[in-house]
């Protein structure tokens, strides 16, 4: 659902021990639906940190409404470490979709052939072989000293001199040297298409052209909240934050797992991919953002909060109007049944009543002409 793009490009630099700056993309579709269903202890497990808009100050997670935040509200990063997404060394090359090639915390899945678990991103599995090729001696480094630089969590930038050329293919079918053809599963549903080059849409999802794919990076539009509405929420009704400020952004980058020990599917019961991010160049309508990946639970929590304001709005109108109609009708009906007692009283009044006397005697001529039973008196 977040497909890999087709690129030519060429490799600039490695960074070791590197931060992750998180994508909007993916704070939308993944962080805060974890975050909204474990709580700020996401911060912790991951060590997270969030700051008021980019280079702005950091903000103790324990002061955000975490129920109904807009995606592009807070700048999240996760510190470098063991739990980072991209683990001990990311590789950039130039490119549009913003993508790069990364370590990865979660080797466990380089033992499945079949791994469509990224966002955009590509996982290396031996890093530091690749990285030592690419480097090639280059100002002493040798594998020893990779090693050390990864063990020390210490930041670094490295600038590749004598850089390499990169490329990203997507292949259904292929001979090899010996003459044997391969064949893969069209999982990103290209193989009836003319795409050579450029970034796959999703299966099923078409370009404004009607193409399968883009040739430049998509932008990924932030969703809006309902402003100043009253909301349905698990812990009751509550008022959802105005956005003040809205921006577009490029195409969804990828994670790495959060928990790599626990499978987590979507409301559907599919799985869905997750995170990543680094360099973040913003202006005032776009945020190019890098990407990593990972699998996640991916649930869009703002399209819900919509049609559940929706639905409450609608409910609210229904009750006003049957509140107003029913207000209407409540005097004529006091009135009708006011007029209606007036009448029967009025015809009570009218009509001859019996004497008293008259009356006495009907009850003792009634109550003395059928006897009661004798005792032991066998009644038929």
């Not at 008022?239 to 499978?263: A, Q």
């Amino acid at each position: 659902m977040r497909p890999t793009p087709v690129t030519i490009s060429q490799v600039s630099d490695i960074n070791f021990n590197p931060y992750w700056n998180v994508p909007v993309s993916i704070v939308e579709r993944d962080l805060l639906p974890r975050i909204r269903r474990n709580g700020i202890s996401v911060f912790h497990d991951m060590k997270m940190r969030i700051f008021d808009r980019w280079n702005g100050p950091e903000v103790d997670p324990r002061t955000v409404d975490w129920d109904y935040v807009a995606a592009d509200r807070y700048f999240f990063r996760q510190d470098p470490g063991e739990e980072n997404s991209m683990a001990s060394v990311k590789i950039n090359f130039l490119s549009p979709f913003g993508i790069y090639l990364h370590d990865t915390p979660t080797k466990s899945l380089f033992t499945t052939g079949a791994r469509y678990l990224s966002s955009g991103c590509v996982r290396v599995e031996q890093v530091q072989v690749l990285i030592n090729w690419i480097l090639n001696g280059q100002d002493g480094w040798n594998p020893g000293r990779i090693e050390q630089i990864k063990a020390s969590e210490e930041r670094l930038d490295v600038k590749v001199a004598n850089p390499p050329q990169i490329r990203t293919v997507y292949l259904t079918s292929w001979v090899n040297g010996a003459g044997q053809v391969n064949f893969r599963p069209d999982v990103y549903d290209l193989d009836s298409t003319s795409f050579v080059v450029g970034q796959p849409l999703a299966p099923g999802e078409l370009s404004e052209d009607g193409q399968r794919y883009v040739l430049k990076a998509k932008v990924y539009q932030v969703e809006d909240i309902p402003d100043q509405t009253d909301v349905f929420s698990f812990f009751g009704s509550r008022r959802i934050k105005p956005k003040t400020e809205k921006e577009s952004y490029n195409n969804d980058e990828p994670f790495g797992f959060f928990d790599s020990r626990r499978k987590t599917t979507t409301r559907d019961g599919s799985t869905a991919s997750f995170f990543g991010g680094t360099t973040q160049a913003r202006t005032k309508k776009i945020l190019k953002d890098d990407g990593d990946d990972g699998v996640f639970f991916n649930f869009n929590q703002p399209t819900w909060l919509k049609k559940k304001a929706a639905v409450k709005k609608t409910d609210d109108k229904k009750k006003a109007a049957q509140a107003a109609a029913a207000g209407k009708k409540k005097p004529v009906q006091a009135a009708n049944a006011k007029k209606k007692k007036i009448e029967q009283a009025a015809a009570t009044a009218k009509k001859p009543q019996p004497d008293g006397a008259v009356i006495k005697k009907k009850k003792l001529e009634e109550a003395t002409a059928t006897p009661g039973p004798v005792f032991g008196q066998q009644v038929p």
